[in-house]
Nanobody
């Protein structure tokens, strides 16, 4: 069983930065695909970024050049550094673990507002 706990969300002004973290417990972290998704009010959950076991990375077009995903296999943690945040980045951000099965964290709220 895998458990994911996100942290680092909060309220930030447009143009500001936040760093999200996701701590994973359970087996298989080092070979899992780790990702971040987000869901804004009234919208479907959408892909944000993902990183594979070999550090191959993909980003949604809307966050390219602003967000950076990274992983620390020794600490079984994945991070999402979010820079130059915009109001449209406001959402609940979810950590995702994919290895045969898929697991989700409980989500952390990010609000970008002046």
């Amino acid at each position: 069983q895998v458990q994911l706990v996100e942290s680092g969300g909060g309220l930030v002004q447009p143009g500001g930065s936040l760093k999200l973290s996701c701590a994973a417990s359970g087996r298989g972290f080092s070979i899992a695909v780790m990702g971040w998704y987000r869901q804004a009010p009234g919208k479907q959950r959408e892909f944000v970024a993902a990183i594979t076991r070999s550090d191959s990375i993909n980003y949604a077009e809307s966050v390219k050049g602003r967000f950076i995903i990274s992983r620390d296999n020794t600490k079984t943690t994945v991070h999402l550094q979010m820079n130059n945040l915009k109001p449209e980045d406001t959402a609940v951000y979810y950590c995702n673990f994919r290895l045969i099965r898929e697991y989700w964290g409980q989500g952390t709220q990010v609000t970008v507002s002046s």
